[in-house]
């Protein structure tokens, strides 16, 4: 059964503090691994997938990692308004299906 | 590119009655529709997976006859949750995907309270 976990649950910086999210996932196979930023009341906004080990992709201040066992969320210099919980989601390659982590709740303060 | 939209963003019904939320692809067409569930503080729990002219095909747990899912176009599924009862109320959230991609791109949800 594929398991996606996030760590840590939640994550308080300073604006400028840079910092990493985790995502550990068990799969039999990796079609993909998914970011999503969600906002409280909204639904899940679209930031990366990633298709395998060694591949990174930047947008603005965030940039994803990958690798065999776990991707990274790395957040430079964050501002308050990338404060928002971050998901994590794996699709294996004989299914459909994301498969979501519970999630890191970023706060990031001015 | 690649939006969806959802309505109503929120609805409050009476217990017993139905409620039907449209989720629509805006500038895509999606082979794939899928329908999620999300509780306070909790992750999103996939419901069910709809491609357009098919029956769906609900997660172990989800009541089919209580959650009716129709994906009649290629732009367009809707989820109509019948007898709704209090234990229903909850964030519902749908995706789509393009035919050939991986990604999942999310409506903006729709919030049910059934009193």
């Known amino acids: 059964e594929d398991q996606v976990t996030q760590s840590p649950e939640a994550l308080r910086l300073q604006e400028g503090e840079s910092s990493s999210l985790n995502c550990s996932y068990t799969?039999?196979?990796?079609?993909?691994l998914f970011w999503y930023r969600q906002d409280p009341g909204k639904g899940p906004e679209f930031l990366f997938t990633l298709y395998s080990a060694g591949e990174e992709k930047e947008k603005e201040r965030l940039k994803a990692t990958l690798t065999k066992k776990e991707s990274f969320l790395h957040i430079t210099a964050p501002k308050p308004e990338d404060s928002a919980t971050y998901l994590c989601?794996?699709?294996?390659?004989?299914?459909?299906?994301?498969?979501f982590g519970e999630g890191t709740q970023l706060t990031v303060n001015p | 590119g690649a939006v969806v939209s959802q309505h109503p963003s929120w609805v409050i019904c009476k217990s017993g009655t139905s409620v039907k939320i449209e989720c629509r692809s805006l500038?895509?067409?999606?082979?794939?529709m899928f329908w999620y569930r999300q509780f306070p503080k909790q992750s999103l729990m996939l419901m069910a997976t709809?491609?357009?002219?098919?029956?769906?095909?609900?997660e172990q747990g989800v009541e089919k006859d209580k959650f009716l899912i129709n994906h009649a176009s290629l732009t367009l599924s809707t989820l109509t949750v019948t007898s709704a009862h209090p234990e229903d109320s909850s964030f519902y959230i749908c995706?789509?995907?393009?035919?050939?991609?991986?990604?999942?791109?999310f409506g903006p949800g729709t919030r049910l309270l059934v009193l």
């Open positions: 709809s491609n357009e002219g098919s029956k769906a095909t609900y």
């Open positions: 799969v039999s196979g990796l079609r993909g």
């Open positions: 989601a794996v699709k294996e390659t004989s299914g459909s299906r994301l498969t």
């Open positions: 500038d895509f067409q999606a082979t794939t």
């Open positions: 995706s789509a995907k393009l035919a050939g991609q991986e990604t999942q791109y």
